[in-house]
């Protein structure tokens, strides 16, 4: 006998019994445990409910906290080095990477990044990446790199977002594992949405380097402006 366990929203399962051949189920044993799997998959339901409440809520917390963070008063280095503490707890991925391009349309790491995306190795994540972000595709979620380009490859989990500025791409963070199917669709959500969050306070900052560079530059010679050089000297 089979009674699914199931809930409002969805069937968790199901409920089986055996017993012998010659064995015959009474309409009232059939709707006891129809009554009891019913029962199950309301519970289970409310415990799946409860426990994705609680992740949203905590998830919520972490990227309010991360934007209250970066929006204080911090360098840009400062921002780079919190929000690959607070990737590391979030995520405990084994490689982060923060990864800018720079006027002439290249890309550079970041000294910030982990060890592993400051070598040569890691060109091949990055290029993938950037190829990915170049064709206007949104975040990449892929939990089995190998497959991805039919070759071995050290680290198999990845999911990468862009840090763009009024819809243009400005860099992008990856998070990287050596096993595969590692990062949660939860994982992939969470980082799009902390990312998100954060593109305005580090693209803020940099408009505002920029603006104190015009400021303090000559527009024509990009010689430092009179003013600039008495500060200094004073």
Do not use: W
Request: glycine share 6%.
């Amino acid at each position: 006998l089979n009674a699914p366990i199931k809930g409002r929203q969805g069937i968790y399962g199901v409920l089986q019994i055996k017993a012998p051949s010659d064995f015959y189920f009474a309409g009232t044993q059939r709707n006891f445990i129809n009554m009891l799997a019913n029962t199950a998959g309301s519970a289970l339901e409310n415990a799946s409910l409860f426990d994705q409440s609680h992740r949203l809520n905590e998830d919520l917390k972490l990227v309010n906290e991360t934007s209250r963070k970066l929006n204080s008063n911090m360098n840009f280095d400062e921002m780079i080095t919190y929000l690959k503490q607070q990737l590391g707890n979030a995520f405990r991925p084994s490689q982060i990477g923060f990864v800018f391009y720079s006027e002439d349309g290249n890309y550079e790491a970041s000294e910030l990044s982990t060890e592993y995306f400051l070598s040569n190795k890691s060109e091949e994540y990055i290029s993938f990446v950037a190829e990915h972000f170049k064709g206007g595709n949104e975040s990449l979620f892929d939990a089995s790199f190998s497959n991805t380009i039919n070759r071995p490859s050290r680290y198999e989990s990845l999911i990468s977002t862009p840090i763009t500025n009024q819809e243009e791409t400005i860099g992008f963070v990856i998070c990287m594992h050596e096993n595969p199917y590692y990062f949660s669709f939860d994982n992939f959500k969470l980082l799009r949405s902390l990312i998100g969050h954060s593109s305005l306070a580090l693209t803020n900052f940099l408009l505002r380097e920029q603006l104190r560079e015009l400021a303090n530059k000559d527009y024509l010679t990009k010689l430092y402006v009179r003013r600039y050089l008495d500060n200094v000297i004073a």
